[in-house]
């Protein structure tokens, strides 16, 4: 089974930066997953913020994020990172990570294994 743990979140101010880490434990002899962030803001539906595949060749990112954040992995170190630069008090609520072992996907039904989350807020 493999389990996943996001770490790295923390209160910011407006124009700061985060960066969050998903590492992965359990089934990872082959560790071939797509790896998404999603994120739930307060009575909102979770959303998807970025994703990148299991090579590291391709990479999504919602429209609201684009040019701020940037998702990497280091597959040698089992972890997939999220680089978040110039944080909006909209970029808040709970981050999780998720394995998709079938395609690179923002949608949170196409995957298979989820982390606990990490809080993430952003205010002055």
């Known amino acids: 089974q493999l389990q996943l743990v996001e770490s790295g979140g923390g209160l910011v101010q407006p124009g700061g930066s985060l960066r969050l880490s998903c590492a992965a434990t359990?089934?990872?002899?082959?560790?071939?997953?797509?790896i998404g962030w999603f994120r739930q803001a307060p009575g909102k539906e979770r959303e998807g913020v970025s994703c990148?595949?299991?090579?590291?060749?391709?990479?999504n990112y919602a429209d609201s994020v684009k040019g701020r954040f940037t998702i990497s992995r280091d597959n040698a170190k089992k972890t997939v990172y999220l680089q978040m630069n110039s944080l909006k008090p909209e970029d808040t609520g709970v981050y999780y990570c998720?394995?998709?072992?079938?395609?690179?996907?923002?949608?949170?039904?196409?995957?298979?294994?989820w982390g606990q989350g990490t809080q993430v807020t952003v205010s002055s």
């Open positions: 359990g089934f990872t002899l082959n560790y071939y997953y797509a």
């Open positions: 990148i595949s299991s090579s590291g060749s391709s990479t």
């Open positions: 998720a394995a998709n072992p079938r395609w690179i996907s923002l949608l949170p039904d196409e995957h298979d294994y």
